[in-house]
């Protein structure tokens, strides 16, 4: 297996140690490559890595966009999401997915395996790329309505118009104006990341039986995580939708759908 990935900056990925440790599980031969690729240089990457024989290669900032122009043929989700995070090379022709919504909705459904999604209400803080793969993942599984909060509302509206009416925005100042109605909380800004801003989010008035989701991982536990934790909430932390998105990248390229461990988990903690 002939993968990589593609992005800028590459060196802090993790998604090396994640397929690595996968092609030695399952007796795979081969590699997986961090190509930092700067800006100008996306297009003779792609070239090289094709005529090199490749299986296929991630992609992540600042070309999760960029790279769409390049695809052959790209999956109903990416086209719909927006955004590649995995390609696979077929007769020199790339196919491109999006995996980020399934690592999103497989990471809720492990940690919270009594979870029923379906006719829900949920909460997204944020409206960047990592929220668009979210509020993909809730729609298809069949949630009622997502309130949708973002400090620039414009974005906020942008993904109101592409995904429809099963969103309604709140202001960025009222983001806590729900806090008894809904059953999932997701962040999915970088607020709370480790070196960023904290969230600045009060918890008083949630639900102790809701379910807390951070796509935040460096901390582990973020804040609203712990503060939520805490009031007795159930709470899945970031690093499983890290593990569970590299699958689906995997099985194209190996032909062979890997498990997400707790072997794993620890490796990548580690
Ligand atoms: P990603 O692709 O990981 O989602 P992104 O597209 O840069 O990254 O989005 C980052 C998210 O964090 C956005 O929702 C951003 O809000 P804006 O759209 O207003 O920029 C949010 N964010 C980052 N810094 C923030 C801050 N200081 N306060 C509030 N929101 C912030």
Not at 81 to 98: E, P
Not at 102 to 107: A, D, P, R, S, V
């Amino acid at each position: 297996m002939k993968a990589a990935l593609i992005g800028h900056p590459v060196s802090q990925s993790k998604s090396p140690l994640i397929h690595q440790y996968w092609m030695e599980q399952y007796g795979v031969e081969g590699h997986y490559d961090l190509i930092d690729t700067p800006d100008g240089a996306l297009e003779e990457t792609i070239q090289r890595l094709i005529a090199q024989g490749y299986n296929g290669f991630n992609i992540t900032v600042p070309y999760k966009e960029k790279i769409i122009p390049f695809c052959d043929v790209i999956d109903d989700t990416a086209k719909k999401i927006g955004a590649v995070n995995t390609v696979q090379i077929i007769d020199k022709k790339l196919h491109g997915y999006n995996t980020d919504a399934y690592g999103f909705i497989q990471n809720l459904k492990n940690s919270a395996p009594s979870m029923v999604i379906r006719d829900k209400v949920a909460l997204v803080l944020g409206a960047g790329g990592a929220a668009r793969a979210v509020i993909y993942g809730l729609i298809n599984e069949g949630v009622e309505k997502i309130y949708l909060t973002n400090r620039t509302i414009e974005k906020a509206e942008k993904l109101q118009n592409d995904f429809g009416n099963k969103i309604e925005i709140l202001n960025w100042s009222d983001r806590e104006s729900k806090n008894q109605e809904i059953i999932l909380l997701v962040n999915t800004t970088s607020l709370g990341m480790i070196e960023k801003p904290s969230l600045e989010f009060n918890i008083d008035h949630l639900n102790d039986k809701i379910i807390v989701s951070d796509i935040v991982y460096n901390p582990l536990e973020t804040d609203l995580l712990k503060g939520t934790k805490e009031r007795g909430c159930l709470i899945v932390i970031g690093i499983g939708m890290l593990l569970h998105q590299a699958v689906p990248a995997f099985e194209l390229w190996s032909g062979i759908k890997p498990e997400v461990t707790k072997g794993l988990e620890a490796l990548v903690l580690s």
